[in-house]
């Protein structure tokens, strides 16, 4: 079975860097056939995808986060990484890490189009001073 | 930027009632949609991906309809374990979700 666990600080100061680490078993990030993503969720809001990124380094964002959001993977841990500067009380979530099943490509944009099967169990970070 | 709507907010139903959800995307996205249901204090589960495939392990009580723009989600007897927040997902590019649909008890 697939498990993803969401680990990091919970508490980030404002304008410092907010990292999170998801580590991944029951399937290898190298295998290429998944992207990994994040997933948050303001407090009693819906959900809103960050990005995701390939064993290959690959990555895409949301648009509104791109300016401040880089994913990392490191094949070798088994694991991803979400790095989220200069962050505000705005960025107050829970955040998921999902895997992502690969549904098409879209040739105009180059986005690999997918949804998210497997979830961790969400990492609470609240930005305060 | 594609926006999706889902409605009605908020559904009060009782158990073993059929339930239909909506969700509207503003531009067509094909296929390309997906369904969550998220209980309290918990990630979100995958139910349907293509707009009406059921997710492994899914409840045939589950399905999905739609494709363009126009999707639902249907509930055939809502049991108990079904009073949760719904979520959809288009997957164009850049995916997004829809805001959610609460099914609650009448």
């Known amino acids: 079975q697939v498990q993803l666990v969401e680990s990091g600080p919970g508490l980030v100061r404002p304008s410092q860097t907010l990292s999170l680490t998801c580590d991944v078993s029951?399937?290898?990030?190298?295998?290429?056939?998944?992207?990994w993503s994040w997933v948050r969720q303001h407090p009693g809001k819906g959900l809103e995808w960050i990005g995701y990124?390939?064993?290959?380094?690959?990555?895409f964002y949301n648009p509104s986060l791109q300016s401040r959001a880089t994913i990392s993977v490191d094949t070798s841990k088994n694991h991803y990484s979400l790095n989220l500067n200069s962050v505000t009380a705005a960025d107050t979530a829970v955040y998921y890490c999902?895997?992502?099943?690969?549904?098409?490509?879209?040739?105009?944009?180059?986005?690999?189009?997918?949804?998210?099967?497997?979830w961790g169990q969400g990492s609470l970070v609240t930005v305060s001073s | 930027e594609i926006v999706v709507t889902q409605s009605p907010a908020t559904l009060s139903v009782s158990p073993g009632e059929r339930v239909t959800l909506s969700c509207r995307t503003s531009q067509g996205v094909s296929n390309n949609l997906a369904w969550y249901q998220q209980k309290p204090g918990q990630a979100p589960r995958l139910l349907i991906y293509s707009a009406s495939i059921r997710a492994t392990g899914v409840p045939a009580r589950f399905s999905g309809s739609g494709s363009g723009t126009e999707f639902t989600l249907t509930i055939g007897s809502l049991q108990s374990e079904d009073f949760a927040v719904y979520y959809c997902q288009q997957y164009n590019a850049p995916t997004a979700f829809g805001q959610g649909t609460t099914v609650e008890i009448k």
């Open positions: 990124i390939h064993y290959s380094g690959s990555t």
């Open positions: 999902a895997r992502v099943v690969v549904g098409g490509y879209d040739t105009l944009t180059g986005y690999y189009l997918g949804y998210f099967d497997f």
């Open positions: 029951g399937d290898s990030i190298n295998s290429g056939a998944h992207w």
